[in-house]
């Protein structure tokens, strides 16, 4: 009994203080941002502004489905601009492989399949990328702590395959409490920072800490893109078959 | 001239139409959203055409959209109309879309049952893995609208048909009946020459092609059936077809006019993920139903029809696509010796090569893209560069060519080398 109490007694330190490994602060971060609840949905107002300040507005809703493991199915319907209205775009995400990606334009009746091709690339147009709307593989990256203050975990990030990337490194401070990713910065090879994403507003939802507002920064085009969340929902019971070319063609009622 | 229809068609598809807003209309207090666009086009020959004149294309386009989603279906209007000074003057004809009216979408989609969707009146319909490439999607094209700078959306015409879709666990399954014939918007004469094979030259405006067109309701329908099964993000399909060759590639000796000849068609595609881009097959047997033994040099043979695409993203914002189609020409002996004497022959085996590349700048508000058909054994070409930009939201610029060329006239692009133009065009969207 003494023995056990004495172990306890050892363990109990370690256990209360050891701070979180980098890469389980990222995996809680990427469930945090991207696997809140089973499904999830939200409308998305979007804002390009232009160096001259010029803006340019989109409109979508996004549903979201986790499928099996760690795969999910996105289904974003476009409101605006007036061209893109009614447009659709599907994506199943493969974690470890190219994700399936499909475009519905409702002129041609056409479902047209996209090129799996670089996630790292502007999202409608925007500074965000594809692979900030839906996630990019924790296993893709080396991960170290840099700091851990009151309120964040300052994490450095380099990727395993440099050339499949436009960065060398970045840094990304996380939430202690909610695990919510609060702001990224991008370096490039000569040390330069030249992209930022910042989470401007969380709040929770249907008990999931949410952002409701983001903004990405590209820093040497001058450009910024700034995204709210509204009517954001989790766990609605959304069904898979949402995701699949029948409600391409027939937008679902939940995006109408 | 062109031939003046029957009305019949005409209104029975209005009343097709009409019905469903009428049934619903008590139910239309809602705030109605209306949206569209404004689209105005020029466009000019890059050589003169004895037989055409130098414009190519000056219109102004004014589309409306309605849409309103009811209980248990879905209503939707799309319709443009149009002032087209190339062909001013014609009469409204909803089939060939001539006139001041092109009523491009009027239907309802609902489901009969859970597992079922049902979509009822004028649509667009599409299916098959090429890029502008056909061989399974026998639903009508617009070659004209094509080939003198419309918009690429306007190559699909609509169809008037009733697609009843299946959606049981272990696949897809689409049926389109489309109870009266409906073909392509084809290349007649009227504003871009083409080969007259009876003249044995290139005609245009004065020798109008008036393709006698199957005209019985529910006589001459077409059935299009479609399978289609996901299996882990590669896309499996086998497709049918029963109707016409959808351009007149038939000829009445009697009437002395060109016709659509009975057509079946069976088929197959297959379209995934491949080495870091998508790969796709698709493969056709074309059934020429009222020439099976292939001695009709009237009408045209069977062929099988086999395509290969591949396409992937080459740098950041730059994609690129090819694609290798082969037509072959069943009971080829046969053709040489029932062909006419002095009409030159076509080859056996008929191959292209498609070439698309797509460059997006300054924030996806710049596309710079060019799409290329070069065949080998016709020794042709047809390549249609294009750029658009995105002054606004609401505002785009569009530029563009349709350029034909080839060693000889009688070939499928070389006979169109007259109608090399460029166009140019403006739309505000709303």
Same mark, same amino acid.
């Given at each position: 009994?003494? /023995?056990?109490?004495? @172990? ?23 469930r ?32 979201r ?5 760690? &795969? ?16 659709a775009? @599907? ?27 670089d996630?790292?690339t !502007? ?13 990019r ?10 700091e851990e ?14 050339? !499949?990337?436009?960065?060398?490194w ?12 609060? /702001? ?21 939802? &249907? ?11 590209? @820093? ?9 969340? !509204? ?9 898979a ?6 409600f ?9 | 001239?062109?031939?003046?229809? +029957? +009305? ?11 019905? +469903? ?12 959203e ?11 020959? #890059? *050589? ?17 959209? $309605?849409?309103? *989603? ?7 209007l ?7 000074e ?19 979408e009027?239907?309802l ?20 893995? =090429? ?18 700078g419309r ?7 609509p169809?008037?048909?009733?697609l009843?879709s299946?959606?049981p ?9 489309t109870?009266?014939?409906d ?5 007649s ?10 003249l044995?030259?290139v ?17 001459d329908?077409?059935?299009a059936?479609r ?23 038939? %000829?009445?000796?009697?009437s ?23 790969g ?10 009222d ?6 040099p #009237?009408?045209?043979?069977?062929? #099988?029809?086999?395509?290969? =695409? ?19 020409l069943?009971?080829?002996?046969? $053709? ?12 056996e ?11 997006l ?8 893209s ?17 750029v ?11 530029a ?15 006979? %169109? ?14």
């Amino acid at each position: 009994m003494n /023995k056990l109490l004495l @172990l306890m007694l050892l363990l109990l330190p370690v256990t209360v203080q050891a701070a979180p490994s980098a890469d389980e602060i990222v995996a809680k971060a990427n469930r945090a941002a991207y696997y809140a609840g089973k499904d999830g949905r939200a409308d998305v107002s979007m804002t390009i502004t232009a160096p001259n300040g010029q803006t340019r507005d989109r409109q979508f809703t996004m549903l979201r489905l986790t499928d099996q493991g760690e &795969d999910q199915k996105f289904y974003v319907y476009f409101q605006a601009p007036a061209d893109v209205r009614k447009m659709a775009f @599907l994506v199943w995400k493969n974690v470890g492989k190219e994700d399936d990606r499909w475009l519905w334009l409702p002129a041609l009746n056409l479902k047209k399949r996209i090129a799996p091709g670089d996630k790292r690339t !502007s999202f409608v147009g925007s500074d965000f990328f594809y692979e900030d709307v839906s996630g990019r593989g924790v296993a893709e990256d080396n991960h170290h702590l840099v700091e851990e203050t009151d309120s964040a975990y300052l994490l450095r990030s380099e990727p395993k395959d440099a050339g !499949s990337v436009e960065f060398a490194w970045y840094q990304v401070w996380i939430d202690k409490q909610t695990f919510l990713p609060l /702001k990224a910065i991008y370096y490039d090879r000569q040390g330069q920072a030249y992209r930022q994403i910042e989470a401007l507003k969380v709040a929770v939802i &249907d008990g999931h800490p949410t952002v409701v507002e983001a903004r990405a920064s590209d @820093l040497r085009a001058g450009t910024s893109t700034l995204n709210s969340f !509204s009517n954001v929902k989790y766990d609605t019971g959304l069904s898979a078959q949402i995701f699949t070319e029948r409600f391409l063609r027939r937008p679902p009622r939940e995006v109408q | 001239m062109r031939q003046t229809k +029957p +009305p019949l068609k005409t209104l029975l598809t209005l009343c097709l139409f009409l019905l +469903p807003a009428t049934l619903f209309a008590w139910e239309l207090p809602y705030p109605a959203e209306i949206h569209g666009f404004v689209d105005l086009r020029a466009g000019s020959r #890059l *050589q003169s055409d004895k037989y055409q004149r130098d414009t190519s294309l000056l219109e102004a386009r004014l589309q409306l959209e $309605y849409s309103h *989603q009811f209980d248990a279906a879905t209503l939707q209007l799309r319709g443009d109309l149009l002032a087209d000074e190339v062909t001013s003057g014609e009469s409204l004809d909803l089939q060939t879309g001539d006139g001041i009216f092109d009523l491009r979408e009027a239907n309802l989609v609902f489901s009969p049952t859970e597992s079922s969707d049902l979509k009822i009146g004028r649509q667009i319909l599409t299916w098959g893995t =090429g890029d502008l490439l056909f061989i399974n999607d026998l639903f009508p094209k617009d070659w004209q609208a094509f080939f003198i700078g419309r918009d690429e959306a306007y190559l699909k015409a609509p169809s008037d048909a009733l697609l009843l879709s299946l959606f049981p666990a272990w696949a897809t399954i689409d049926l389109a009946l489309t109870p009266l014939f409906d073909s392509d918007r084809y290349i007649s004469g009227e504003r871009l020459s083409y080969w007259n094979p009876q003249l044995g030259r290139v005609a245009g405006r004065d020798a109008v092609s008036d393709a006698e067109r199957p005209d019985n309701w529910l006589q001459d329908y077409e059935l299009a059936l479609r399978l289609t099964r996901n299996i882990a993000g590669y896309e499996l399909a086998a497709y049918g077809y029963r109707g016409y060759w959808k351009s007149p590639a038939g %000829f009445n000796q009697t009437s002395g006019r060109a016709s659509f000849p009975r057509l079946n068609t069976y088929g197959a595609s297959l379209r995934g993920s491949l080495q870091g881009g998508i790969g796709n097959a698709e493969f056709g047997y074309y059934d020429s139903r009222d020439d099976r033994s292939g001695t009709d040099p #009237l009408r045209p043979n069977s062929e #099988l029809r086999y395509l290969l =695409g591949y396409e992937r993203e080459l740098a950041r914002e730059l994609t690129a696509g090819g694609q290798f189609y082969l037509e072959q020409l069943l009971d080829y002996g046969s $053709y040489r010796q029932s062909l006419p004497a002095g009409q030159q022959p076509r080859d056996e085996y008929r191959q292209m090569l498609t070439l698309r590349l797509t460059k997006l700048l300054l924030q996806q508000t710049l596309t710079l893209s060019l799409f290329g058909y070069w065949s080998p054994s016709d020794q042709d070409f047809y390549l249609r560069p294009t750029v658009k930009y995105k002054l606004t939201d609401a505002l785009l610029l569009t530029a563009g060519g349709n350029l034909f060329g080839g060693q000889r006239r009688d070939t499928f692009f070389g006979q %169109f080398a007259d109608n090399s133009n460029i166009y140019a065009g403006i739309r505000y969207s709303f």
